[in-house]
């Protein structure tokens, strides 16, 4: 064991794991670009062909967590849930975690049968990425950009077009939007606060219209909704780089199946379904760390060979001329050429290295909301006991659409504000009504008559209200 645990930690080794990955892949995207003259031709062949195909990648991956570091996976759910896997149309909730959530999603769906038809709404950037982003495309993955108002037309589209799918598909969501780190849940626990939603401990806040327009649209085609809870034992925290170095962890995934028909139809109570969801997610994590497992029953789907026997094949498919073109190198005794391969061995881990840094949580994700990233740090919250200067206040108000904008009050969190209209006291008045991105804006001079001006701006969410006294 010592011996194999050497084996799978040596550069070399897994130098040449990724160079399997990266050619064979592109060898597959080469072809997926051939079949789509399938296309008006026949649709449906190509979908079929192209499953089977982008198996013939994903699996590689999955081959990494079973049998590379032999990573175990256990559900928790019931039989009856467990014979419907793999034979029904179905939306998976996952939380978002680790850098292998999806990896350890890929394993289930590769153990059921259905690792090709996989699909995912995932962020428009992906599409970018060489190899994943390229299979997804020819793959039909719904791509967005997290705008609405340029996603609406897209997203619609996209999910329509998959209601004829013709092979059993799990479409993954991550309505959380993003990875969990502790500082987007600060964040997050801010705007659910202005909401007046329940604070979660372990999850970020829902985003509510990924999850609702998709079921609008494969209400139908899907049969039920699966909610994917994920933690590892020991409270470990996996990484991509983990399972190349031959790492082995214990992955536990608890399972609820939820018929389409017992959720709500209309958009509200569906956004609604879904927080609550999140809370009992919430609750579930909570068990887990209690507990060290899941409630209810377990099951663990054996590992099928047909990973291991597809890499085995793209393996000996492509080492074999790559082995004699560096011992025709080495016998050549050409400095040209050896150092020419140097210099390709040295791109290709860097590479490789770069494919796999998409996974890491410092380098993914969007700053939820957080609008620091977007305009720079955030102004420090005026001192204690300091009023702010009622010219300022009226200022914000006269700016109107831009007041949002203003660098001293737009990028104050509901907190600060709600602390800064507490150290504030005057006759005049001004009322900020405040919602996800959006600030409406009114001043009443008591002493002027009626004066009223009001500015919009944003997106729709809760409101949460705040009327600031001003000297």
Known sequence: MALLAYLKSLFILQLLMGFVFVVSGLIINFIQLCTCILWPINKQLYRRINCRLSYSLWSQ?????????????????????????????????????????????????????????????????????????????FLEIVFCKRRWEEDKKTVFSGLNRLKDYPEFMWFLLYCEGTRFTEKKHQISMQVAESKGLPRLKYHLLPRTKGFTTTLQCLRGTVSAVYDVTLNFKDNQTPTLLGIVHGKKYKADMSVRRFPVEDIPDDEGECANWLHKLYQEKDALQEFYNKERRFPGPTIVPARRPWTLLNFLFWATLLLSPLIKFACGVAVSGSPLLIIGFIIFLIIASIAIRRLIGVTEVKKTGSSYGDQEAKKGPRPSPPPPQTSLPFSLLVRLCLYGRSAASHPYLSLLSPVEVDELGRRCSCKNTIETRVRENEWHYRMRQRNRGSTERTGWGGRGGDWFRLQLDTE
């Open 61 to 137: 991956l999955v081959m990494l967590l079973e049998w590379w570091s032999g990573t175990e996976c256990t559900l928790y759910t019931d039989q009856a849930t467990v014979d419907k896997f793999g034979k029904e149309h179905v939306i998976v909730i996952l939380n978002h975690n680790y850098e292998i959530d999806f990896l350890c999603g890929w394993t289930m769906c590769e153990r059921f049968g259905i690792l090709g038809s996989s699909k995912v709404l995932a962020k428009h950037e992906l599409l970018k990425v060489p190899l994943i982003g390229w299979t997804w495309y």
